[in-house]
């Protein structure tokens, strides 16, 4: 369910051109049968057409702008709700109906109805309360602060890496960094669950936090600018608003993970190989991988897909 949700949710271009037309058509469709419920004096067609009335509206205005992703919630919370709905009165008022251990999926019964509150409700209940499906924190790009530049001077980036060892002594490297460590932080600490959550907000920032061009970064390495652009165009397609300066000494799965997340980065992936008509091998999964390791394996195997 969390896969599913944070996907339709991420409101990428083919998502949401591809359902909003969808949706205002059901919007159409529910509210003209709302309408006839209404003067056919049938309150259960008129409840329920008003609501997914109302979660067709919610959904497309998530879709629409970033701004109104509270609308999401709107939705989950009328999903959290028909699934408590519909627990409620298999187990409460249909009495003749059996549990149904062996009957299939589509089945209504109490059985159904308690796995799909299991797996749909309480991740939408999650979602409502939190705004996310996972326990993992998650942070938005409107969650983050730009620093202040302390001078006119133009600064030179700092490449960004993450060390295997940040994650016995997160609280330190938070401290240093100038990060909030959360109560759910220090629960998930105890039971040695790492807070990613930290390091995100970290190497967002500092990502978000450079200045200077792609030329001025790469000022080294001039053959590969061509790829360098290349690869920056593939990556924006996943970034939340804007394109963000990557460096050659960058680590790179600090950089992937942070700009597109766990789920998505097989997804990146399989756009740079689909640029570059390439194929990758084990060796991007080494933690030293930097992104002048990356450029330097597109250009050696660019076009070699078979």
């Known amino acids: ?19 909003i037309p969808v949706l205002f058509l059901c919007i159409i469709l529910f509210g003209f049968i709302a309408y006839a419920g209404i003067i056919s004096h049938d309150r259960s067609a008129t409840v329920i057409s008003s609501g997914l009335t109302l979660v067709c509206i919610a959904l497309a205005m998530g879709l629409l702008s970033a701004r109104m992703s509270w609308a999401f919630r709107i939705v989950t919370g009328f999903v959290f709700a028909a699934y408590i ?11 003749e109906a059996e549990f149904g251990w062996l009957s299939s999926r589509g089945a209504s019964n109490p059985r159904n109805a308690l796995l799909g509150f299991v797996i749909i409700g309480l991740p939408c209940f999650w979602y409502t309360i939190s705004g996310q499906f996972g326990l993992r924190l998650e942070f938005s790009q409107r969650d983050i602060q730009v620093p202040a530049p302390t001078s006119g001077k133009r600064v030179k980036p700092e490449p960004i890496a993450i060390s295997e060892n940040w994650k016995q002594s997160f609280f330190a490297f938070a401290r240093r960094e100038g990060l909030t460590i959360t109560p759910l932080d220090r629960i998930r600490h105890i039971f040695r669950l ?8 970290w190497v967002y920032t500092k990502l978000i936090s450079r200045s200077g061009s792609i030329e001025e970064a790469w000022s080294s390495y001039p053959e590969f600018l061509p790829i360098v652009n290349s690869l920056h165009q593939v990556l924006e397609t996943h970034l939340w608003s804007h394109s963000l300066l990557i460096i050659p000494k960058d680590q790179y799965s600090a950089i992937v993970r942070i700009l597109t997340g766990d789920l998505d980065e097989v997804e990146v992936l399989m756009a740079i190989e689909e640029e570059f008509d390439l194929a990758f091998d084990d060796s991007i999964t080494n933690p030293d991988f930097t992104v002048l390791d990356l450029v330097t394996y597109i250009d050696t195997h660019k076009g070699q897909n078979e």
């Open 1 to 19: 369910m969390s896969r599913f949700g944070n996907t339709l949710f991420s409101a990428s271009p083919f998502i949401r051109w591809t359902l």
């Open 194 to 201: 790492p807070p990613f959550d930290l390091v995100d907000t």
């Open 85 to 95: 709905s519909y627990v409620i009165y298999e187990f409460c008022f249909n009495p």
